[in-house]
């Protein structure tokens, strides 16, 4: 487990584990700067060593931490702490999604519509913003407890190359793509596939394609048919069938082209279920079937373990501005689809063996010939290369005087050149010409990243770089920079409440903002076709070219639930169970003397009552007495209270034991007068309320958490002073 004093002494304090992934472990920490809690994802120690890997890690966290949308789980800070890489990111409280649908089983059309269509939402626009996710999945996917569906991982699941196939991939490769299968490129219609099969998931409760290894299950997803999920629920409407089926397509060309196409389809079915409006293009007009060669499955095989040979991320030629040198282009169709051929007659298909055959024996002799003559090639030019290093070196050409000795910095300077190091040059305030010709001067290419708005620099310099000015790096290494598009002029968001669909547009993108629209929510006070409220809300302040959310009612609910009891139960299993009946849930809290912390004191619907699927209901949380204690590790509570009475009790949290992980088994005393008593054992989460009696007339006392092993015996004792008790 990570030391939490790496990082108490700077800007994060780490407060306990929250869980562990194949790669990284995840913390709750405290951001001491900005005052909040945040999650800080850290590399495990088996992939800090490896320097390619980082470099990837941070360069796609990086770019993630430019995405803000809430359909997405905000990166707020990318950096390493004594060779520690993490990535501190938005602390959601709630599950993902993989626990949400087992814990339902599946879900209804309409709850895995609207998560489909926040899930979309999010990745569009990391599309927009040319960030390809590689590793949809509910695993990472994470429901909040107001009902927000919110995708996470973004640069990691790039950094990891999560389109191989192998053992640490075993959950990925059940949503992976065809394309990302076989080694070849990914892009986003390769999200469009992991997100269909994510719906498939939420609906029928299981995943397409299994088997006992990643290798099967990935050969599956390249061979097999889809199973409609028509077959395990026979009222599946077919607008919906149709869209997953379209979406998890072998061809990628067959899917949809983008989220935004995607998304018009979602949210069509919620208002036309049974329309024929979902278009799945032929993929070949004379109706002929298609197969996998040998070669083809064995190129799969060896494609797994050379990523390094299939790069690429969007199909499509780049701006000549984006990337110095270009990067490689999209393969051609022959390429991307190795061995994806038509299944021929026999004797033809003996034809073309021999043919194939003759045809390699001629490349074969051919590519010999070239071998031979690029090796000779290099061999001269090393040769020569060693001759005119001894001819410097011997008579110091380029020193101060013929037949002198190398100075020390001189011998610096060749080791550097050997090395094909350079230093990346100050790019700040430059116009991108004089910045592209500055790095090209020193050997060094470019990455246009983006634009952004910069009270510092005028529009059309450069605002940012990715690499710092001073940083040695290796000759023709590419660094990014950002241009500047001059200050962003703050605008207040207006209050577009009961305002008509097509006019609240116009109202937004008329101030130079952009719409985006969810359709999927209903009111009983908002007539249909109206907004119901914005994200950001009225007043809001934001800048030219941010989003706008419009959220448009559909209208009043045909369908009624009863309001479940949720009075006295944790504010999360109320959250679900209310979550679980359609209602959208608010949390508000209060103190309360006689309601523990983070149960719930009451409801704005009474229990029992009748009210439209997606009505909104209020619960208020307890955050204990006012004068509750919290305490940490061997620190003191407050002043005794002053006297006595028949019934006395304390309110404090216990926060965790430094050496606590999630999980560890526990037990609390407590000690007044001399007397220890048990209060607690078994796996306690923390922090702890420690709500109990004491004894009457006694102020104070003493708690001892024992952190015990697996046969109860006592491993380590934290305690706890200066808990106060107050007469009831």
């Given at each position: 487990?990570?030391?939490?004093?790496?990082?108490?002494?700077?800007?994060?304090?780490?407060?306990?584990?929250?869980?562990?992934?194949?790669?990284?472990d995840?913390?709750?920490?405290?951001?001491?700067?900005?005052?909040?809690?945040?999650?800080?994802?850290?590399?495990?120690?088996?992939?800090?060593?490896?320097?390619?890997?980082?470099?990837?890690?941070?360069?796609?966290?990086?770019?993630?931490?430019?995405?803000?949308?809430?359909?997405?789980?905000?990166?707020?800070?990318?950096?390493?702490?004594?060779?520690?890489?993490?990535?501190?990111?938005?602390?959601?409280?709630?599950?993902?999604?993989?626990?949400?649908?087992?814990?339902?089983?599946k879900?209804?059309?309409?709850?895995?519509?609207?998560?489909?269509?926040?899930?979309?939402?999010?990745l569009?626009?990391?599309?927009?913003n040319?960030?390809?996710?590689?590793?949809?999945?509910?695993?990472?996917?994470?429901?909040?407890?107001?009902?927000?569906a919110?995708?996470?991982?973004?640069?990691?699941?790039?950094?990891?190359?999560?389109d191989?196939?192998?053992?640490?991939?075993m959950?990925?490769?059940?949503?992976?793509?065809?394309?990302?299968?076989?080694?070849?490129?990914?892009?986003?219609?390769?999200?469009?596939?992991?997100?269909?099969?994510?719906?498939?998931?939420?609906?029928?409760?299981?995943?397409?394609?299994?088997?006992?290894?990643?290798?099967?299950?990935?050969?599956?997803?390249?061979?097999?048919?889809?199973?409609?999920p028509?077959?395990?629920?026979?009222?599946?409407?077919?607008?919906?069938?149709?869209?997953?089926?379209?979406?998890?397509?072998?061809?990628?060309?067959?899917?949809?082209?983008?989220?935004?196409?995607?998304?018009?389809?979602?949210k069509?079915?919620?208002?036309?279920?049974?329309?024929?409006?979902?278009?799945?293009?032929?993929?070949?007009?004379?109706?002929?079937?298609?197969?996998?060669?040998?070669e083809?499955?064995?190129?799969?095989?060896?494609?797994?373990?050379?990523?390094?040979?299939?790069?690429g991320?969007?199909?499509g030629?780049?701006?000549?501005?984006?990337?110095?040198?270009?990067?490689?282009?999209?393969?051609?169709?022959?390429?991307?689809?190795?061995?994806?051929?038509?299944?021929?007659?026999?004797?033809?298909?003996?034809?073309?063996?021999?043919?194939?055959?003759?045809?390699?024996?001629?490349?074969?002799?051919?590519?010999s010939?070239?071998?031979?003559?690029?090796?000779?090639?290099?061999?001269?030019?090393?040769?020569?290369?060693?001759?005119?290093?001894?001819?410097?070196?011997?008579?110091?050409?380029?020193?101060?005087?013929?037949?002198?000795?190398?100075?020390?910095?001189?011998?610096?300077?060749?080791?550097?050149?050997?090395?094909?190091?350079?230093?990346?040059?100050?790019?700040?305030?430059?116009?991108?010409?004089?910045?592209?010709?500055?790095?090209?001067?020193?050997g060094?290419?470019?990455?246009?990243?983006?634009?952004?708005?910069?009270?510092?620099?005028?529009?059309?310099?450069?605002?940012?770089?990715?690499?710092?000015?001073?940083?040695?790096?290796?000759k023709?290494?590419?660094?990014g920079?950002?241009?500047?598009?001059?200050?962003?002029?703050?605008?207040?968001?207006?209050?577009?409440?009961?305002?008509?669909?097509?006019?609240?547009?116009?109202?937004?993108?008329?101030?130079?903002?952009?719409?985006?629209?969810?359709?999927t929510?209903?009111?009983?006070?908002i007539?249909?076709?109206?907004?119901?409220?914005?994200?950001?809300?009225?007043g809001?302040?934001?800048?030219?070219?941010?989003?706008?959310?419009?959220?448009?009612?559909?209208?009043?609910?045909?369908?009624?639930?009863?309001?479940?009891?949720?009075?006295?139960?944790?504010?999360?299993?109320?959250?679900?169970?209310?979550?679980?009946?359609?209602?959208?849930?608010?949390?508000?809290?209060?103190?309360?003397?006689?309601?523990?912390?983070?149960?719930?004191?009451s409801?704005?619907?009474?229990?029992?009552?009748?009210?439209?699927?997606?009505?909104?209901?209020?619960?208020?949380?307890?955050?204990?007495?006012?004068?509750?204690?919290?305490?940490?590790?061997?620190?003191?509570?407050?002043?005794?209270?002053?006297?006595?009475?028949?019934?006395?009790?304390?309110?404090?949290?216990?926060?965790a034991?430094?050496?606590?992980?999630?999980?560890?088994?526990?037990?609390?005393?407590?000690?007044?007068?001399?007397?220890?008593?048990?209060?607690?054992?078994?796996?306690?989460?923390?922090?702890?309320?420690?709500n109990v009696?004491?004894?009457?007339?006694?102020?104070?006392?003493?708690?001892?958490?024992?952190?015990?092993?697996?046969?109860?015996?006592?491993?380590?004792?934290?305690?706890?002073?200066?808990?106060?008790?107050?007469?009831?």
């Open positions: 487990m990570l030391n939490a004093g790496d990082f108490l002494q700077n800007r994060y304090e780490i407060i306990n584990c929250i869980g562990s992934g194949g790669m990284a995840v913390f709750r920490a405290r951001d001491h700067k900005l005052n909040r809690f945040v999650a800080i994802k850290v590399l495990k120690a088996e992939f800090r060593s490896d320097k390619e890997f980082v470099s990837k890690f941070r360069v796609e966290a990086q770019a993630a931490a430019g995405l803000a949308h809430p359909n997405i789980v905000n990166v707020y800070d990318v950096g390493d702490e004594n060779g520690i890489y993490f990535i501190v990111m938005e602390l959601v409280e709630g599950i993902t999604l993989k626990t949400y649908i087992l814990s339902k089983g879900l209804s059309v309409r709850e895995a519509t609207g998560i489909s269509l926040q899930v979309a939402s999010g569009e626009a990391a599309h927009n040319r960030i390809i996710h590689r590793d949809v999945k509910p695993q990472n996917i994470i429901i909040s407890t107001d009902g927000t919110k995708v996470a991982d973004f640069g990691i699941a790039r950094a990891a190359s999560s191989t196939i192998n053992s640490n991939v959950g990925s490769v059940h949503y992976s793509a065809p394309e990302q299968s076989r080694g070849g490129i990914s892009d986003a219609k390769s999200d469009i596939y992991s997100l269909g099969i994510t719906m498939y998931e939420m609906l029928t409760g299981r995943v397409p394609f299994d088997g006992d290894s990643t290798v099967e299950v990935a050969l599956k997803h390249l061979q097999e048919e889809i199973i409609s028509r077959e395990y629920l026979p009222d599946l409407p077919r607008a919906i069938e149709q869209i997953i089926l379209k979406c998890t397509q072998k061809s990628p060309d067959r899917r949809y082209q983008s989220m935004s196409l995607l998304i018009r389809d979602l069509e079915s919620l208002v036309n279920p049974n329309g024929d409006f979902v278009r799945i293009t032929s993929e070949n007009p004379n109706g002929a079937t298609h197969m996998y060669s040998r083809a499955l064995e190129e799969i095989n060896r494609r797994s373990q050379d990523t390094d040979s299939w790069p991320l969007f199909d030629s780049y701006d000549s501005r984006m990337n110095y040198p270009p990067e490689d282009e999209p393969l051609d169709e022959e390429e991307y689809y190795p061995g994806y051929e038509e299944e021929y007659d026999p004797d033809d298909l003996v034809e073309d063996d021999r043919n194939a055959r003759r045809s390699r024996k001629k490349e074969k002799g051919s590519s010939e070239k071998i031979v003559t690029v090796i000779s090639i290099l061999v001269a030019a090393a040769i020569g290369g060693l001759i005119l290093y001894l001819i410097i070196h011997t008579f110091d050409v380029f020193g101060p005087g013929r037949g002198g000795s190398m100075t020390e910095g001189a011998g610096s300077q060749g080791l550097d050149a050997a090395l094909e190091r350079v230093l990346v040059p100050d790019l700040l305030g430059k116009s991108e010409n004089e910045a592209q010709a500055l790095l090209k001067e020193n060094l290419g470019y990455k246009y990243l983006g634009e952004t708005s910069s009270n510092e620099y005028a529009a059309g310099q450069i605002a940012e770089q990715d690499t710092d000015p001073g940083t040695s790096v290796e023709n290494t590419r660094i920079y950002t241009l500047s598009i001059g200050s962003a002029e703050a605008l207040t968001v207006p209050d577009l409440t009961n305002k008509l669909q097509a006019d609240a547009e116009q109202a937004v993108t008329s101030m130079g903002l952009l719409v985006s629209v969810d359709n929510r209903y009111s009983d006070t007539e249909s076709g109206h907004v119901i409220t914005t994200n950001p809300g009225a809001s302040t934001v800048h030219e070219g941010d989003t706008i959310f419009l959220y448009i009612s559909q209208g009043q609910d045909a369908q009624s639930v009863k309001v479940p009891d949720t009075q006295g139960k944790y504010k999360d299993d109320a959250v679900t169970m209310l979550t679980n009946s359609g209602l959208y849930v608010y949390v508000a809290s209060a103190p309360s003397d006689t309601v523990p912390q983070n149960l719930v004191i409801q704005d619907k009474p229990p029992g009552s009748t009210v439209k699927t997606g009505s909104s209901i209020t619960i208020t949380v307890s955050t204990g007495p006012e004068n509750a204690v919290v305490l940490n590790p061997d620190q003191a509570g407050g002043t005794p209270a002053a006297h006595a009475d028949s019934t006395w009790m304390c309110y404090a949290q216990l926060q034991p430094s050496d606590y992980t999630e999980g560890s088994r526990t037990r609390i005393t407590l000690l007044q007068n001399g007397n220890e008593t048990t209060v607690y054992e078994g796996t306690a989460p923390f922090p702890y309320l420690l009696e004491g004894i009457p007339g006694v102020a104070t006392g003493t708690a001892y958490v024992y952190l015990l092993d697996e046969y109860g015996n006592i491993q380590s004792t934290t305690r706890y002073d200066g808990i106060e008790f107050y007469e009831q």
